[in-house]
Antibody
């Protein structure tokens, strides 16, 4: 079973930066082939898709973070990163990393279904 | 691209059914069969309950079912149990802008 563990959250000032990490461990997966997605949840709010990194290396981002956040990976460390720059107060949230779902028929749903989630790491942006 | 629209709350008595709607547009829900539903218990990470509109991952009870009509998707929980009390979120792929959208969430209360 695959496990994801996020780290790197904490307090940052508006305009500052943070880098989150997400390490995958366990068996039965090939990290380099998985699409990794970041989802965040503001205090008392719903889920918000932040962005994804495909196995090809291509990335997509939600409009509120585009140009400020960057997702990257180090396959040798089974780790995906979320570099967050120019932080704003509305970036305050729990940040989850997730992996795309492979169903029993062998279809991969990296774009739109996530069955493995980390426990999340809290980011607080405040002066 | 706006978030998908869900009712903020829904409720039912044990054994009853509850249906949650999720409304989008022709560029997301209506355009793709890539709707998923997640259950989130307080303080926990979301759990995938339905994918590809109406498919259940292994281990998810068949009391949970999904459907779609036009730009609206639905999650039905039949035979409600106390353990089903949670927040439920829908999501849909929005291919025109290659992003994923979530709904605002629905809090299900078992009376």
């Amino acid at each position: 079973e695959v496990q994801l563990v996020e780290s790197g959250g904490g307090l940052a000032k508006p305009g500052g930066s943070l880098r989150l990490s997400c390490v995958a461990s366990g068996s039965g997966f090939s990290f380099s082939k998985d699409w990794m997605t970041w989802v965040r949840q503001g205090p008392g709010r719903g889920l918000e898709w932040v962005g994804r990194l495909k196995s090809s290396g291509s990335t997509d981002y939600a409009a509120p973070v585009k140009g400020r956040f960057t997702i990257s990976r180090d396959d040798s460390k089974n780790t995906v990163y979320l570099q967050m720059n120019s932080l704003r107060s509305d970036d305050t949230a729990v940040y989850y990393c997730t992996m795309g779902y492979s169903d029993s028929a062998g279809s991969y749903h990296g774009d739109e279904a996530f069955d493995i989630w980390g426990r999340g790491t809290m980011v607080l942006v405040s002066s | 691209q706006s978030a998908l629209t869900q009712p903020p709350s829904a409720s039912g008595s044990p054994g009853q059914s509850v249906t949650i709607s999720c409304t989008g547009t022709s560029t997301d829900i209506g355009g793709y069969n890539y709707v998923s539903w997640y259950q989130q218990l307080p303080g926990k990470a979301p759990k995938l309950m339905i994918y590809a509109v109406n498919k259940r991952p292994s281990g998810v009870p068949d009391r949970f079912s999904g459907s779609k009509s036009g730009n609206t998707a639905s999650l039905t929980v039949s035979g409600l149990q106390a353990e089903d009390e949670a927040d439920y979120y829908c999501s849909s792929y929005a291919g025109s802008v290659n992003i994923l959208l979530f709904g605002g969430g629905t809090k299900v209360t078992v009376l």
